[in-house]
């Protein structure tokens, strides 16, 4: 029973999504780092803030408590857990993929390239590794904006950290 009610509160929490990356879950982005459930039915989850979003991570914390009182547990405490930080190496493989479903390249993006060259950056369209760096802020400050000159499209790049 207490694995049942631990596995439904997680699917809950892993679906918030980031507000800043959209389709990305806090589960994607790996900053979602531990839940506990007391036997009174008290919960205590743990997130680790990227480095870029402190307003979202508010709005992370109040979402994670709302989907939980929906569901039936009106005690949720959320604990922003900052050691270790968060790296984007915490980016799982389906938080990678998504970001290139988006048009933004990944941080560390080579397995994606198909070629061992960490730190570059491709194109997240055609993969071309001619490119260039517009900004180095793009839409949000964890993103540098690049242009592509094989396809000549502008893309996100999600900073590595
Ligand atoms: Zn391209």
Known sequence: VV???YNKIRRLVAD???????DLTIDDLGILRDIEVSSTGRVVVSITPTYCGCPAIEMIKSDIVERLREAGFPDTEVRSVLAPAWTTDWIGNSGRRKLRESGIAPPSSESWCGRRLSGRVCCPRCRSFDIREVSRFGSTPCKALYACNACNEPFDYFKAL
Request: hydrophobic share 30%.
């Open 3 to 5: 694995t049942t009610t």
């Open 16 to 22: 918030v999504l980031d507000p800043e990356l959209p």
